[in-house]
Nanobody, 128 residues
């Protein structure tokens, strides 16, 4: 699976950004796509996930109520709408995919790893 992120940039605190993850090459009908982020000097953390099998979603506590994942199947694109951004949201955002995923989004989060398919990342900077 090939993944290409876009939409990152510089935004002031309280602002919004929408990231896009354009996908291609899925073999199976069902899949899971997750967003991760990595801040300088910190480990990569999971932000949210969408499972096409049951259309469930998962969000980390740190972004619940502020971030929303949506899936535009016609465009083969998964979006991450980020509102009320704060400086602690700064980092490189990656999307990742598991092809052939048949369970829910919460369970998927435990399976993403080096063998998953990853995009190249897009930088998000929240600063005044």
């Amino acid at each position: 699976v090939q993944l290409v992120e876009s939409g990152g940039g510089l935004v002031q605190p309280g602002g919004s950004l929408r990231l896009a993850c354009t996908t291609s090459g899925f073999t199976f009908v069902d899949y899971a796509i997750a967003w991760f982020r990595q801040a300088p000097g910190k480990e990569r953390e999971g932000v949210g996930c969408f499972s096409s099998a049951d259309r469930s979603q998962y969000y980390a506590d740190s972004v619940k109520g502020r971030f929303i994942i949506s899936n535009d199947k016609a465009k083969d694109t998964v979006y991450l709408q980020m509102d009320s951004l704060q400086p602690e949201d700064t980092g490189v955002y990656y999307c990742a995919a598991i092809d052939g995923w048949h369970l829910d989004a919460t369970q998927a989060m435990g399976y993403f790893g080096p063998d998953s398919d990853w995009g190249q990342g897009t930088q998000v900077t929240v600063s005044s």
